[in-house]
Each structure stands twice: as structure tokens, then as C-alpha cells.
């Protein structure tokens, strides 16, 4: 499943963007929370709207400390270069992010060999797997070091218990625990627990504000003190240093202010909108949290993109295979209306 695939471009004004979280744009509170953001040289540590955010989200996740940086990839990268040195091993998920979705930086650029283990139904990975997978002390092998999970996977919120088992057995072979939380607020907010319940198994966590959140841009590295401080380093030496970032982090700042409660609704229209799929009966349906996956029983995906772009309505649908549909915050009960009517004509 290639959940980037393009969309069929619109013929007219773009109704509901359903490609993914990352398409929202800032609202007229968050632009004028940016406007206002009091800025500083980040790189020199002077700018207070930036160690604001990272001292907000470090508190709120129970961490000691965070670091602002681009991008998601960019985060777990740093994350994984800060924890593994040149031939040391991460064990994660075939499915994961980190291994399937970011380019292989980590191998290309920090050395890091990658064993990627099949993720189970529930989006999480096997204790008994975690265990096999770490090599002995043998010197052909490479160096286990780092187990990096993910939640949501696919949408799927990984439930507490299922977390807990994975990092026991990650601790039990003497490994550093990662999560990619790219959508933490959305698996807590699935799992109805606070988002430092989630996050608190882990010795390192990386948090994107530009999905569920609805910032335009930015990710949060969270960890101990002396970890975000190699992070740190790092981020410099992948050109992720920035200067008056202030604008960018007053906008995470207002996202986690705002912006969380609003995921629950999210989460509504994905399952209004699974109903409404599974009414249909043209093709498998699954709902998780935020996300709608339709897998047509014809092979009428690219028809289905181009007959609903011609509607103003996006969806990432692909040559064959299941349409990931993602609900979020620019999508509207009304917009949502316009994505039902336009599945019900088609199929009608």
C-alpha cells in the first residue's frame, strides 16, 4: 500500500483534501499567533517561543527535555542517530515509518542497520520477535541497540498493554526504547489516556505537529537531558538548525493549546465515513482513529480518484490496492457531506 499516491488533480475549487493530516493550513487564530511570536537566534539558544514549545510538550509528555526540529523524518532520524553509532542495529516494524517511509537516512547517512519484524493486526510488534531479533555479542553481527515502535500505526492506536509487553522485552535485552508518536494525540485520544500514559514507556519520543495538530510545519525530539543535547548536535549537522523559529514553534504552541480536543471529531467523521463506505458494499472497509482504509472490490481506483477529484474532493487512490482516506481538522461536517455524495453517486 503506497499511502503517498497521488491524487487526480481537481478540475474546480478543492472542497475536502482527503490525501492526508499534513494538508491543513493554519487558521486565522494559529496566523496571528504566529505573527506574534516574540523571536530569537534558535541555533544560539535565544529564542523563547521555540524553548517554550520544547519545555511545554518535554512537561506535558513527562520528559526532561525536547528539541524543535523540520520535520518528522528529520526527528526520528536525529533520535536514532543519537542512539546508535556506525554499525549498531534498530529493531522496528517492516511497516513502520522509520524503516519503510524515510528514505533509509538512517543506513545512508548514520550507518544504522535496520531489522525490520512483521507488525501484528494491532499494529503493534511481538515481544517473542523483539527477543529473537537481538543479536548475541558476536562480532558478526552488528550491535543491537534501539527498539523503535510507533503509535498510531496505520491509524491503529497500539493499546497500553500491548506497548508495555514490546518494551519489557526491548528493556529485558538491555535496548533504548524510541517512539515515532507522529500521531501520539490521536492514539491517546483513541485510547481515551493521557498522552504522558503513552508516551511514558519510552526513553525517547518524537511528536509531529503538522498532522492531527494542524501546524504548517515541525516535529518535537523529547528525551533525557543529555540525549536531546547529542540531538541537538546532530540536527546541526543535517541542516536542521534554525534562526528565528519562533513563528513556526508559536503555532505548535497554539495546536497544543487548541487543537487537541478537536481530534475526537476527527475521529467521528473517519467512522461516519467507514458507515457510510460499508453501506456501499462495494469493497472492504477499516476504520482506525482517524483514518479510512477502502479497498474497492473492482479495480476502479484511479476512475473513483478522477470522478471525485472532478467534485473537488481529494483522495490518494492509487492504481489498485486500498484507499487511505484521512480525516482532519479542514475537513468539515459539510465537506464531509460532499465526500458521502460523491461515493453514493458513483457507486449508485
Same mark, same amino acid.
Given at each position: 500500500?503506497?499511502?503517498?499516491?497521488?491524487?487526480?488533480?481537481?478540475?474546480?475549487?478543492?472542497?475536502?483534501?482527503?490525501?492526508?493530516?499534513? !494538508?491543513?493550513?493554519?487558521?486565522?487564530?494559529?496566523?496571528?499567533?504566529?505573527?506574534?511570536?516574540?523571536?530569537?537566534?534558535?541555533?544560539?539558544?535565544?529564542?523563547?517561543?521555540?524553548?517554550?514549545?520544547?519545555?511545554?510538550?518535554?512537561?506535558?509528555?513527562?520528559?526532561?527535555a525536547?528539541?524543535?526540529?523540520?520535520?518528522?523524518?528529520?526527528?526520528n532520524?536525529?533520535?536514532?542517530?543519537?542512539?546508535?553509532?556506525?554499525?549498531?542495529e534498530?529493531?522496528?516494524?517492516?511497516?513502520?515509518?522509520?524503516?519503510?517511509?524515510e528514505?533509509?537516512?538512517?543506513?545512508?547517512?548514520?550507518?544504522?542497520?535496520?531489522?525490520?519484524?512483521?507488525?501484528?493486526s494491532?499494529?503493534?510488534?511481538?515481544?517473542a520477535?523483539?527477543?529473537?531479533?537481538?543479536?548475541?555479542?558476536?562480532?558478526?553481527?552488528?550491535?543491537?541497540?534501539?527498539?523503535?515502535?510507533?503509535?498510531?500505526?496505520?491509524?491503529?492506536?497500539?493499546?497500553?498493554?500491548?506497548?508495555? !509487553?514490546?518494551?519489557?522485552?526491548?528493556?529485558?535485552?538491555?535496548?533504548?526504547?524510541?517512539?515515532?508518536?507522529?500521531?501520539?494525540?490521536?492514539?491517546?485520544?483513541?485510547?481515551?489516556?493521557?498522552?504522558?500514559?503513552?508516551?511514558?514507556?519510552?526513553?525517547?519520543?518524537?511528536?509531529?505537529?503538522?498532522?492531527?495538530?494542524?501546524?504548517?510545519?515541525?516535529?518535537?525530539?523529547?528525551?533525557?537531558?543529555?540525549?536531546?543535547?547529542?540531538?541537538?548536535?546532530?540536527?546541526?549537522?543535517?541542516?536542521?538548525?534554525?534562526? /528565528?523559529?519562533? !513563528?513556526?514553534?508559536?503555532?505548535?504552541?497554539?495546536?497544543?493549546?487548541h487543537?487537541?480536543?478537536?481530534?475526537?471529531?476527527?475521529?467521528?467523521?473517519?467512522?461516519?465515513?467507514?458507515?457510510?463506505?460499508?453501506?456501499?458494499?462495494?469493497?472492504? %472497509?477499516?476504520?482506525?482513529?482517524?483514518?479510512?482504509?477502502?479497498?474497492?472490490?473492482?479495480? %476502479?481506483?484511479? /476512475?473513483?480518484?478522477?470522478?471525485?477529484?472532478?467534485q473537488? %474532493?481529494?483522495?490518494?487512490?492509487?492504481?489498485?490496492?486500498?484507499?487511505?482516506m484521512?480525516?482532519?481538522?479542514? %475537513?468539515?461536517?459539510?465537506?464531509?457531506?460532499?465526500?458521502?455524495?460523491?461515493?453514493?453517486?458513483?457507486?449508485?
Amino acid at each position: 500500500m503506497n499511502q503517498y499516491a497521488k491524487a487526480s488533480a481537481p478540475t474546480g475549487a478543492v472542497l475536502c483534501d482527503l490525501r492526508s493530516d499534513t !494538508v491543513t493550513r493554519p487558521d486565522a487564530a494559529m496566523r496571528a499567533a504566529m505573527a506574534a511570536a516574540e523571536v530569537g537566534d534558535d541555533v544560539m539558544g535565544d529564542d523563547p517561543t521555540v524553548a517554550r514549545l520544547e519545555a511545554t510538550l518535554a512537561e506535558r509528555l513527562g520528559k526532561a527535555a525536547g528539541l524543535f526540529l523540520p520535520s518528522g523524518t528529520q526527528s526520528n532520524l536525529a533520535a536514532m542517530l543519537s542512539h546508535c553509532g556506525r554499525g549498531e542495529e534498530v529493531i522496528t516494524g517492516r511497516g513502520y515509518h522509520v524503516f519503510k517511509y524515510e528514505a533509509g537516512g538512517a543506513s545512508a547517512l548514520g550507518g544504522i542497520v535496520m531489522d525490520p519484524l512483521e507488525v501484528a493486526s494491532d499494529g503493534g510488534l511481538e515481544p517473542a520477535a523483539i527477543a529473537a531479533a537481538v543479536k548475541e555479542d558476536d562480532s558478526h553481527h552488528p550491535v543491537s541497540r534501539l527498539l523503535s515502535l510507533e503509535n498510531t500505526h496505520n491509524g491503529k492506536a497500539v493499546s497500553l498493554e500491548r506497548i508495555r !509487553v514490546a518494551v519489557d522485552a526491548g528493556r529485558a535485552a538491555g535496548l533504548m526504547v524510541h517512539l515515532d508518536g507522529a500521531r501520539l494525540f490521536n492514539a491517546a485520544t483513541a485510547l481515551g489516556a493521557a498522552a504522558a500514559e503513552v508516551t511514558a514507556p519510552f526513553d525517547t519520543v518524537s511528536v509531529c505537529l503538522s498532522k492531527g495538530l494542524g501546524a504548517p510545519v515541525g516535529s518535537v525530539l523529547l528525551g533525557p537531558d543529555a540525549f536531546i543535547a547529542r540531538a541537538r548536535r546532530w540536527r546541526k549537522m543535517l541542516g536542521g538548525g534554525l534562526r /528565528q523559529a519562533g !513563528v513556526l514553534a508559536a503555532a505548535g504552541l497554539h495546536a497544543l493549546d487548541h487543537n487537541v480536543a478537536g481530534l475526537a471529531a476527527d475521529h467521528a467523521r473517519a467512522e461516519a465515513l467507514a458507515g457510510t463506505l460499508r453501506a456501499l458494499g462495494a469493497g472492504a %472497509v477499516e476504520h482506525n482513529s482517524n483514518m479510512v482504509f477502502f479497498t474497492p472490490d473492482s479495480a %476502479v481506483n484511479a /476512475q473513483l480518484g478522477a470522478e471525485l477529484a472532478a467534485q473537488g %474532493v481529494l483522495i490518494a487512490a492509487g492504481e489498485a490496492g486500498p484507499i487511505r482516506m484521512v480525516l482532519h481538522r479542514d %475537513v468539515t461536517d459539510e465537506a464531509l457531506a460532499a465526500v458521502q455524495g460523491g461515493l453514493q453517486r458513483f457507486y449508485s
